[in-house]
Each structure stands twice: as structure tokens, then as C-alpha cells.
């Protein structure tokens, strides 16, 4: 809504009615001047009350049918009460309050604007359906639910029956509306717009790369043709719902900006999630309200509720699974069906409803899916998350000293996108031979794996809210960086194990000798590999190994020992010996810190996983290339 500035209901009032107030305040203070109890503090006797100035302090608006609106409108009555004995000549001031009982049509523009009537004022009205100053409805966000089932009551009363996809342009048309597709914008940024009355509006025609008007009725509303084109199904139907919305319940916020200003004609949606024009207050409360309600409308929670338990029982029984991670995401999948939504609105939408295990679902990272997980209801703020790129994994153990203190007793191992425990009950090696979260860990996320504050990177509006976080699928354009959380510091920590396990480590360590080759022959018998083993582990010759084995070598490159550390899954203590052991030492260069996260937090992963890693953040692989000369 292209507002030039905050409109104000009660200013309005204020200015244009302002002699009924006076009118009507003239007759109240008449009427009850002998029983408001004044006090007369300077004069002796009352005589002649003559008011000095009437003021509208408030005003508590009140939805009602149609575009009429009730008012309640407590107003101060400044006056004076002059001496009545002639032989004196003062006077006293008083104020007394009231309240104006009103109402007005705004498709009348007020014209038949009356007061109902007046009463003392005695306190704060208590209006049943309030709306505020811009005659925004009021809504609470724990009444969503209860308004969006109002809305179907009243526009498609079939949704409240059995579980089902709405069909937009059969409830737009239901409501009046006419639903066309047009290119609204060249770069395709605003994906709707409703038009309240008739309009000579811009278009845009990609044939002729040209901006043309055209009349548009009242009534009318555009969906970009492009946005519509590059988006999912759900996201169109969840489009036309939003602008209906807009048209039940913001026409009389746009009434009252047309009073100020009637050159304005409609509500433009960006695709971003907030309003074309300039934004203001109400403009965002009524963005915020129909990105709420949209898809409470396309879900009603008692239908939905309903679905998912019906699909938890089939999914359960067809998969012979019981666990909600297990299911959780073929149900999403066919809630996706049954209403013609998003997989992200069936995602939150299942979270609406109390299931937890919606958050860890569908979740890309690094272009690579992350298995369902979850944690206790509560545990993860709607920011947080224990999934994270492995860019963010090593800057963040890198430079921030609260994750490079939590790392250095090598207790964690950063797999599947999580820093988790390196414990036999979290972690196992999969079918692949990769490690991989247990299904023990993947539902104690809380016990196992650290916690991450996400910060959305790419330009998003703040009505997108929750949304943006839980927008992880694969075809999501949001952009996050993670950090360290300090949750992480209450967090349970699984740790005897693990300490117990870095014993033996170091009890080993404590027996390697000095030299490299020694030590090298002495961590090939600890990993119980063969020769050819750790040829094909480490992507090197066989050759290479057996002279690094048997005779010092005058050189050996730092990649080399990288190579040696990966293939045999050393962990960080004994890959630190084998490589004091070379001689060589990390320099503070990206290859080389990314060198030292492989060592620290993925030394289960093979060579080629470590190198897709590499190449993912624009470094050179290791590989055969790297032997000694």
C-alpha cells in the first residue's frame, strides 16, 4: 500500500468531527454539570460555565459487518466556571471526561457518521473485535487459528468438514473476486495484487519490454505471471489465499488511507514477504496477519490434526516404523497432496500442531541432505540449529574461541553437517563404510551434537519470520552463517567415554618414536591396515608408503602426511605426533586451515569426501600428485 505516512484513525476523527465533539460536549456538560461533583477552589458562588477546549484523548475502534465500524471516543472538556457574585470577578478551571459512543460506513466515507450516544467516562472501552489506529484488526497470535476458521465458516465452510485441498479461485470467486495473471513488475517482485476500486495500473508486457496501463476493476486480483511460472504450485494457491485475506479483513485500513488520500487503489505483495510502497507500521501488521493466516485458512488445524493422524497410523503400518523421524518425512510429503500447499507451509505447519520432528526434516546442506533428526520440544530456539555447512564448521572452530576450546579434547567430530560426540552410542559406519549418526543420535540430538545460532544472509523481511529458519529444503534461495551458541554451555555432555577412549589414544602416542618412519610403521600396525589398505585409503602409490615405512625420507610434503593421517583415520592426537614427527607445521593460509579442520573434526571421512570438501571451499585437492620426489 503505497501510504505516503502513518494514518491515524483517531487524528482523523479528531479533525473532521471535531465540532460534533464540541456540540456534543456543550450538551453533556449541560445536562450533568450539577452531578460531575465539580470543585470550586477561587470563586464563591458558580455563575455562567463556558467551555475552553474540547479534546479527543482516544479512540477504541470496533469491527462490525460490512465496512461499518463502531467508535468509542473518550474526549476532555476543558472549562470555565466564572464568579457568580458580582463583587468579585474570577474564575475557576475544570476538566471533566466523557464518552462518545459512534459510528460510520466507510464505504460512505464516513458521510453518515452519528454520534449513538454519550456516557461518563469511566475507564477504557472494551470494544468485542478491536481494531487499532489504522483499523488494523487486532489480532492475537494465539487466536490465529479460531480467525482463519471464522474465515472458512464464513467463505468455504467445506474445509471445516473433511481434511482437503481448498481451491483458491473457487474461494476468491466466492468472496466476490476476480483472480487474473498478469506481469505485474518486470523483474517479477511483486507476486500480487488486490485492488479495492477501479484503477488505471502499470503492467508489464515481456514481449515488447514495455510498461503499459490498463483500467483494473474493483475487486480484481493480479498474480504475476512470472513468479507464478518460477514458484511451486503451493506457493501460487498460498498467493491467491494471501490476497483474499487482504480483502476480508484490510478493507477498512484501506478505506481509511483512501480518506486521506482516494488516489491510491491497491495492495501490492513483494515476493520477499512484505508490501510494495513505502512501508509503515500497519502496512507491515496487515503483511504479518495475511502471511499468518494464509496457511491456517489452506490448513485449518482441526482438519490437519486429523490428516496427520491418519497418516501417522498409515505410515507406521505400511513402513513398519515406529519412530517419528522414520515417517516423518513421507507424511510432510503427502500433506503436501492432500492441501495443495508448500512442503515448507506442511513443515510448519506440522510444528503448529506439536510435532518437533518437522524442524530436523528435509534439511539440505551443502547441497547434501541431512537425515530427519530432533531434539526435546523447546530445546532449539526458532533460530538455532545443530545442522551446519562445513564453510561455517571451519571458521567457526577456527576463530571462535568457545567451539576451539570444545574441540581441543577431540570429544566431537563434525559428520553429516553436525559436530557430534565420538562415541560408539551416537556415532557408526553405514552401509558405505562412512560414519554416520546412530538412529539413537539422530533422536537424542540434544545429548550428542552442539548447537549453532543461525543468521540469515541473504535479504529477507522480518514477517518472514520462523519461516526463513526452517526453509532449509534443497530448492530454498536462503542463505544462513552459523555460530557458536552459547546454549552449548548448559548443554548434557556425554563425556566418560570419550575421555576414556582419548586415554587409550594417549597411551599410544606415549610409545610412538621419534621418527617419522617409525612412527608411521608403528600407526600402520595401530590401524591394522595392510599396505594396499592404506594405498587406496590415503590415494597414493603403494611404492610411496613402503619407502616412507622404511627409510626417513629427506622430505615428505605436509600434504603427504595429511594424506597418511586421513587414510588411516588417525585421530587428532596421533595425527599431531605423526606430523611433529615430519617436521612440518600449519601456517595460517586458508589450504592450511582447512588442513587442520580435516585432521580435528573429519578424520573419519575418506580422501575423497575430505576432497570434495576442499574443492567446495575453491582449494586444491590432495591426491597422488602430492608424493615425495
Same mark, same amino acid.
Not at 498478469?182 to 495484487?193: A, L
Not at 555447512?389 to 563434525?414: G, M, T, W
Not at 534461495?477 to 548434557?492: L, P, Q, R, V
Given at each position: 500500500m503505497a501510504a505516503a505516512a502513518? %494514518?491515524?484513525?483517531?487524528?482523523?476523527?479528531?479533525?473532521?468531527?471535531?465540532?460534533?465533539?464540541?456540540?456534543?460536549?456543550?450538551?453533556?456538560?449541560?445536562?450533568?454539570?450539577?452531578?460531575?461533583?465539580?470543585?470550586?477552589?477561587?470563586?464563591? %458562588?458558580?455563575?455562567?460555565?463556558?467551555?475552553?477546549?474540547?479534546?479527543?484523548?482516544?479512540?477504541?475502534?470496533?469491527?462490525?459487518?460490512?465496512?461499518?465500524?463502531?467508535?468509542d471516543v473518550a474526549v476532555s472538556i476543558w472549562f470555565e466556571t466564572h464568579e457568580g457574585d458580582y463583587h468579585y470577578d474570577d474564575y475557576d478551571e475544570n476538566i471533566v471526561w466523557m464518552m462518545a459512543h459512534c459510528r460510520g460506513d466507510l464505504d460512505k466515507n464516513l458521510d453518515d457518521f452519528e454520534i449513538l450516544r454519550v456516557s461518563k467516562y469511566n475507564g477504557k472501552s472494551r470494544v468485542k473485535d478491536p481494531m487499532d489506529d489504522s483499523l488494523v484488526p487486532v489480532m492475537n497470535k494465539n487466536e490465529l487459528d479460531e480467525i482463519a476458521e471464522q474465515f472458512?465458516?464464513?467463505?468455504?465452510?467445506?474445509? *471445516?468438514?473433511?481434511?482437503?485441498?481448498?481451491?483458491?479461485?473457487?474461494?476468491?470467486?466466492?468472496?466476490?473476486?476476480?483472480?487474473?495473471?498478469?506481469? #505485474?513488475?518486470?523483474?517479477?517482485?511483486?507476486?500480487?495484487?488486490?485492488?479495492?476500486?477501479?484503477? @488505471?495500473?502499470?503492467?508489464? =508486457?515481456?514481449?515488447?519490454?514495455?510498461?503499459?496501463?490498463? *483500467? +483494473?476493476?474493483?475487486?480484481?486480483v493480479l498474480v504475476d505471471k512470472k513468479t507464478a511460472f518460477l514458484s511451486v504450485l503451493g506457493s501460487v494457491h498460498n498467493t491467491i489465499v494471501h490476497e483474499c485475506v487482504h480483502w476480508d479483513k484490510h478493507k477498512k485500513a484501506f478505506a481509511l488511507v483512501r480518506l486521506y488520500d482516494n488516489s491510491l487503489s491497491n495492495i501490492g505483495c513483494k515476493v520477499v514477504g512484505g508490501i510494495a510502497g513505502n512501508r509503515r507500521d500497519a502496512v507491515d501488521w496487515m503483511e504479518w496477519q495475511a502471511n499468518a493466516l494464509a496457511p491456517r485458512i489452506q490448513m485449518p488445524m482441526s482438519m490437519f490434526k486429523k490428516k496427520v493422524e491418519q497418516l501417522i497410523s498409515k505410515y507406521r503400518r505400511e513402513m513398519k516404523l515406529y519412530d517419528m523421524i522414520d515417517i516423518i518425512e513421507p507424511i510432510i510429503d503427502e500433506l503436501v497432496m492432500t492441501f495443495g500447499v508448500s512442503r515448507l507451509a506442511a513443515k510448519i505447519r506440522m510444528m503448529d500442531a506439536g510435532y518437533e520432528e518437522a524442524s530436523g526434516a528435509f534439511i539440505y546442506v551443502d547441497n547434501h541432505y541431512v537425515?530427519?533428526?530432533?531434539?526435546?520440544?523447546?530445546?532449539?530456539?526458532? =533460530? @538455532?540449529? /545443530?545442522?551446519?555447512?562445513?564453510?561455517?564448521? +571451519?571458521?567457526?572452530?577456527? /576463530?571462535?574461541?568457545?567451539?576451539?576450546?570444545?574441540?581441543?579434547?577431540?570429544?566431537?567430530?563434525?559428520v553429516d553437517s553436525h559436530f557430534v560426540l565420538n562415541a560408539p552410542l551416537y556415532l557408526e559406519t553405514d552401509e558405505l563404510g562412512d560414519l554416520a549418526l546412530t538412529h539413537y543420535a539422530r533422536n537424542h540430538m540434544d545429548e550428542c551434537c552442539l548447537v549453532f545460532e543461525l543468521k540469515i544472509k541473504t535479504s529477507v523481511?522480518?514477517?518472514?519470520?520462523?519461516?526463513?529458519?526452517? =526453509?532449509?529444503?534443497?530448492?530454498?534461495?536462503?542463505?544462513?552463517?552459523?555460530?557458536?551458541?552459547?546454549?552449548?554451555?548448559?548443554?548434557? =555432555?556425554?563425556?566418560?567415554?570419550?575421555?576414556?577412549?582419548?586415554?587409550?589414544?594417549?597411551?599410544?602416542?606415549?610409545?610412538?618414536?621419534m621418527n617419522f618412519s617409525g612412527s608411521l610403521d608403528a600407526l600402520i600396525g595401530w590401524a591394522e591396515m595392510t599396505e594396499e589398505e592404506l594405498a587406496e585409503a590415503a590415494d597414493m602409490s603403494e611404492k610411496t608408503i613402503q619407502r616412507l615405512r622404511n627409510t626417513e625420507p629427506d622430505?615428505?610434503?605436509?600434504?603427504?602426511?595429511?594424506?597418511?593421517? #586421513?587414510?588411516?583415520? *588417525?585421530?587428532?592426537?596421533?595425527?599431531?605426533? *605423526?606430523?611433529?614427527?615430519?617436521?612440518?607445521? /600449519?601456517?595460517?593460509?586458508?589450504?592450511?586451515?582447512?588442513?587442520?579442520?580435516?585432521?580435528?573434526?573429519?578424520?573419519?571421512?575418506?580422501?575423497?569426501?575430505?576432497?570434495?570438501?576442499?574443492?567446495?571451499?575453491?582449494?586444491?585437492?590432495?591426491?597422488?600428485?602430492?608424493?615425495?620426489?
Open positions: 502513518h %494514518r491515524s484513525f483517531a487524528e482523523y476523527v479528531k479533525k473532521r468531527f471535531d465540532n460534533n465533539f464540541w456540540a456534543a460536549a456543550e450538551s453533556y456538560l449541560e445536562a450533568n454539570l450539577d452531578s460531575l461533583g465539580i470543585e470550586l477552589r477561587r470563586i464563591h %458562588r458558580a455563575g455562567e460555565t463556558e467551555i475552553s477546549d474540547v479534546k479527543v484523548e482516544h479512540v477504541w475502534v470496533e469491527d462490525k459487518p460490512g465496512m461499518e465500524i463502531h467508535f472458512l465458516r464464513t467463505h468455504y465452510k467445506k474445509a *471445516l468438514l473433511e481434511p482437503t485441498w481448498i481451491d483458491p479461485i473457487e474461494l476468491a470467486n466466492g468472496m466476490g473476486l476476480t483472480v487474473r495473471y498478469e506481469h #505485474i513488475t518486470q523483474d517479477g517482485s511483486v507476486f500480487g495484487r488486490s485492488y479495492f476500486c477501479d484503477c @488505471q495500473t502499470d503492467l508489464y =508486457n515481456p514481449q515488447t519490454d514495455e510498461v503499459y496501463q490498463e *483500467l +483494473i476493476p474493483a475487486g480484481t537425515k530427519p533428526h530432533k531434539a526435546p520440544k523447546g530445546y532449539l530456539s526458532k =533460530n @538455532q540449529t /545443530f545442522s551446519i555447512s562445513a564453510r561455517d564448521a +571451519i571458521v567457526e572452530s577456527k /576463530f571462535n574461541p568457545e567451539l576451539a576450546a570444545a574441540l581441543a579434547d577431540n570429544e566431537y567430530v563434525f523481511t522480518e514477517h518472514y519470520h520462523t519461516e526463513c529458519f526452517l =526453509n532449509r529444503d534443497k530448492s530454498s534461495d536462503i542463505t544462513f552463517e552459523a555460530h557458536y551458541s552459547e546454549k552449548n554451555k548448559g548443554a548434557k =555432555n556425554q563425556v566418560q567415554m570419550i575421555k576414556d577412549y582419548n586415554a587409550d589414544v594417549l597411551s599410544i602416542a606415549k610409545k610412538l618414536p622430505n615428505v610434503t605436509i600434504e603427504t602426511v595429511i594424506q597418511l593421517c #586421513i587414510g588411516m583415520k *588417525l585421530p587428532p592426537v596421533l595425527s599431531a605426533c *605423526l606430523l611433529k614427527a615430519s617436521g612440518k607445521s /600449519f601456517m595460517m593460509t586458508e589450504q592450511h586451515i582447512m588442513y587442520q579442520f580435516l585432521l580435528n573434526s573429519c578424520y573419519h571421512m575418506s580422501i575423497f569426501d575430505c576432497n570434495e570438501m576442499l574443492t567446495a571451499q575453491g582449494l586444491k585437492p590432495l591426491g597422488r600428485q602430492n608424493r615425495v620426489s
